[in-house]
């Protein structure tokens, strides 16, 4: 017995067999369905009053029969069947409509979407008989609609030289696909927001996204922002808006999906089912640089926590969501994992890395103990990710720490020592960077590395008050300062980047009387903030 998909609810069991016979009948390559099966699909069409599909491999045999709605079929998953680049899938739908209208919204949005060979819908006369039958493929290329309609055509004029039209398709496509080649490992991305209060903050959130892309070496190819009342709970942004945006990314040969959030396990799964493309969020982005810039064992144990963690809820079901979710962007580094892994394993995993983290943790704690009681005080390096807090702390020192104009480019935190020039001498140290929305994985797994502020004398909030966004950025830092309790830490703020402002037009002159005017590249623009620092120290042990 073949399976029937859709519903078959309400029908009789020869009504079924009626549809399991659908399973019969061949058709020659050449033509685009058998005289023979269209009528047979249009009978048992016309008996339940309800649309009727079929699914065809190219050598003509019926793979899937699908018992539709009075308005619509819904195709199942094809996993055997994928779409690469340059092939089209390889499957073609013929089905029925119940009157005369041509290929609807729905088909082809399926059309696009699945990359079918055609879509067809043949229309049934009012004497139950196939009458019309509409029909069209995809349209390679950048045109505004990724798929082309036919000429009708009627059942005693089948044959339409499939493979002809398939290889010629195939051909252009290939062509297309040949001058958006990317390298292996390349990932082109369109990113999605999904807001529903200020677009200004909307806007500001997905700039910083295409920060994050760039600092993962992913090339952004468009970015698409929708205002909602509230998040759709399944899709994020709506059915029919996701598949408007994954036409648009398929017609720009994005490789990748970027959602502007954390999604939730049955988020992922929803969008995956639907998508045939890899799909990624915030977190996973995020969890991918630092995968990316560990370079400590610690650093490296703390990604993988966070890693593992992200993941362990997302395991809940083995299925073609997690195979994309998993392996490239979001899943690389040290907590690289395959969809095979199954939660008990993860868990114990996750138990012996955080045992792990709990060592190095006490090991910290005692060589922290040391250095209190050698009183020497202690300077912590704060700030939004690239604000210039490792160029700042090189340049106070003379070191050589690693400083990349990207986000996250320091992971590992570094402490060097620095004499004032009344021969006070401290503990200077660069801890990772703060960023809006730090995901509560990272958070906590770095905890260890952000256990080094508790100790801190005093902390120096460096502030980019080049970056538009600089008060918001300010705001997210100050933020995690009130979640590890260091609101009574003594705070200096630093605004780097004064090279790259006019201070005659800055929109908040009261704010940089606050703080420390700086460049961190310069050290003469340095000299007050060392004294300001010195005469700060002398009143912490004075």
């Given amino acids: 017995m073949k399976k029937i998909f859709g519903s078959t609810t309400g029908l009789s069991a020869s009504q079924i067999r009626q549809l399991e016979n659908l399973y019969q009948f061949r058709t020659h390559p050449e033509d685009l369905v058998s005289r023979e099966q269209l009528e047979a699909l249009v009978a048992i069409s016309t008996d339940i009053r309800r649309q009727v599909g079929i699914l065809l491999g190219r050598n003509g045999k019926t793979l899937h029969v699908i018992a539709g709605e009075p308005h619509r079929i819904v195709i199942p998953d094809t996993p055997d069947f994928k779409a690469i680049p340059g092939r089209l899938k390889g499957l073609r739908c013929i089905h029925s409509h ?9 088909d082809l949005t399926d059309l696009a979407l699945l990359r079918l060979d055609f879509m067809a819908a043949v229309c049934i006369t009012p004497k139950g008989l196939p009458g019309k039958i509409h029909l069209g493929h995809i349209l390679p290329g950048d045109e505004d609609e990724p798929y082309q309609l036919m000429d009708p055509i009627h059942a005693n004029a089948l044959n339409i030289d499939c493979t002809g039209r398939i290889d010629a398709l195939e051909d252009e496509l290939t062509r297309k696909d040949a001058l958006h080649t990317v390298t292996s490992g390349e990932e082109k991305a369109l990113l999605i927001n999904v807001f529903t209060e200020k677009v200004k903050e909307a806007v500001a959130s997905l700039d910083e996204l295409k920060e994050l892309c760039r600092s993962s070496s992913i090339t952004v190819l468009d970015t698409a922002l929708q205002k909602r009342k509230k998040i759709d709970p399944k899709f994020v942004v709506g059915k029919g808006k996701l598949a408007d945006l994954v036409i648009r990314a398929l017609q720009k040969h994005a490789t990748l999906l970027v959602f502007d959030r954390e999604l939730s396990p049955s988020q992922i799964r929803s969008v995956t089912d639907f998508v045939e493309m890899k799909v990624i969020d915030r977190t996973q982005l995020i969890l991918d640089i630092f995968a990316r810039h560990a370079k400590s064992r610690e650093g490296k144990l703390q990604v993988e926590l966070a890693q593992m963690k992200y993941l362990l809820p997302r395991l809940a079901t083995k299925n073609t969501a997690m195979s994309r979710l998993t392996g490239g962007i979001g899943g690389r580094g040290p907590g690289e994992t395959k969809l095979e892994i199954n939660r008990r394993r993860v868990r114990d995993r996750v138990t012996r890395l955080t045992k792990e983290i709990a060592k190095i943790r006490k090991q910290r704690t005692q060589q922290r103990s040391k250095r209190n009681r050698k009183g020497v005080p202690v300077i912590s390096i704060v700030g939004y990710t690239n604000a210039g807090k490792s160029t700042l702390l090189n340049t106070l020192t003379q070191s050589t720490i690693i400083a990349e104009n990207r986000l996250f480019a320091t992971l590992d935190p570094s402490s060097r020592r620095l004499k004032f020039p009344r ?30 502020l508790q100790d801190a004398d005093i902390l120096l909030h460096v502030v980019d008050v080049s970056n538009p966004r600089y008060e ?50 310069r050290p003469e623009s340095l000299r007050p903030l060392v004294s300001r620092l010195e005469s700060m120290v002398r009143q912490q042990t004075g």
Avoid at 98 to 106: I, V
Avoid at 427 to 450: K, S
Avoid at 483 to 511: A, C, G, H, M
């Fill in 423 to 452: 021969d006070t001498e401290v503990i200077i140290t660069d801890t990772v960077g703060f960023i809006q929305d730090l995901p509560d994985e990272l958070m906590e797994a770095f905890h260890a590395t952000l256990e080094e």
């Fill in 98 to 106: 119940l009157n005369e209208e041509g290929l609807t919204r729905d």
């Fill in 472 to 521: 918001q950025q300010m705001h997210s830092v100050e933020a995690i300062l009130r979640k590890l309790d260091l609101e009574k830490t003594p705070v200096l703020y630093v605004f780097n980047k004064q090279d790259r402002i006019e201070l005659s037009e800055f929109d908040n002159p009261w704010l940089l009387n606050q703080g420390t005017l700086i460049s961190a590249t």
